[in-house]
């Protein structure tokens, strides 16, 4: 697939709502879409379908494209970009008929990835999703629909240049499943490891620019790549922050995602959404500045329970509040589940890491147990995973030790025979100890 090579490119956007088949269709988000790309967007007409009844062919009426080549032949433009799903035969009759390139939303999306991917990985991502939309869309574009094959035993009608390309196609998507594979099966690796060290996980999600890298850079005190466009981080970024108790966990921004995301995008980024799926806990952000937040919500909602996430501990953070709004009108709503914030100013931020807190800790259990003075390797292991660790000495030479600890490594402790139900309390309680400690 070409890429929109610059900004200087001009296009005609063509808008097309449907409020029976799509009741969520933002004309503004197709702009942006656009302007993502890099597209000059000469134009946009606005065509309204009230009805289910869509030509098979064209996807739109002979009227509304006769309008469509009339503006083309106008303005001379070879560019036209649809808001809505093409199949590859709409997408070549409507090439014909207007003699230029024609775009629909899936193909719009996938070049702004294109030019968004940094890393090997998320290139390979990329391309895999590209090659697969791509697939679907070969056509017959040689004359010599067959070549002969010479030689004895090799005569009569040989491979068509069809058949040629789609054994190509085929052959180079086996070839970066197969690269994605060995990176996803490193990717493992390293969870593993952090599964076994019982590194807290935190995954930064939500809809495309609501400002989850501003958010990210805030809370990390990083300067990662913060752009008012679409989809401007593609590739996870992954940092350790440290929380109270001086507890580190590990805080990723993933990619944004958007309303009808497409299929072939979510099974390229299978290994990188994975991320998303195993982690403790989920910052949903949110664009309070936009209307259509609530449409937002659901969408990324969708996406979290495709992808097996939706049961993870979330809590959402409604950002932006300093457009429009006077932050203190906010602050009465300040909850474990929900906060407000400006990840440009800062307001609300420190409330955020409190609430980070909490429900991360909130299924941690307060533990005393006693240790021989000499059993370092556990003393070791209760410091390293554990938090608000005390610790006296007895005559006798006991440890006695009080502490913060999950359910992972309470059971772990349970079987070493260090701890029983006596000795456990609720996780309630190791809240309130937490929040004062």
Known sequence: MKKIDNFLNKALLVYIDNPILDSFNSKEEFQELARSANVFASDTISL????????????????????????????????????????????????????????????????????????????????????NYLATRLVRGWSHLERQKGGIGLRGPGETQLETDRRLLKARINTIQKRLNKVSNQRKLSRNLRLKRDILRISIVGYTNAGKSTLFNYLTGMNTLSADKLFATLDPIHRKIQLKNKKNAVISDTVGFIRKLPHHLIESFKSTLSEVSESNLLIHVIDLSDNNFPNYIKEVDSVLKSIGANKIPKILVFNKIDHNYN???????????????????????????????????????????????????????IYEQCINVSETFTKSGQCKMEFLANSHFTKYLKKKGLINRNTQKKSKNAQEIYKTG
């Open 48 to 131: 309204s379908q009230k009805n289910k009844n869509i030509s098979i062919s064209l996807y739109i009426g002979q009227g509304d494209a006769k309008l469509i080549e009339k503006q083309i032949k106008r303005t001379g433009i070879k560019l036209v970009i649809f808001n809505v799903d093409l199949s590859p035969s709409q997408e070549r009759n409507l090439e014909n008929l207007f003699s230029a390139r024609v775009l629909d939303r899936t193909g719009l999306i996938l070049d702004i990835f294109s030019q968004r991917a940094i890393s090997h990985e998320g290139k390979l991502q990329v391309e895999l999703a590209q090659l």
């Open 327 to 381: 932050p203190e009108n906010f602050s009465h709503l300040q909850q474990d589940s929900s906060c407000y914030v400006s990840a440009k100013t800062g307001y609300g931020i420190d409330f955020l890491r409190q609430t980070i807190s909490n429900r991360l800790f909130e299924k941690y259990h307060i533990v005393k147990i006693e240790l021989p003075s000499l059993d370092n390797k556990i003393r070791s292991q």
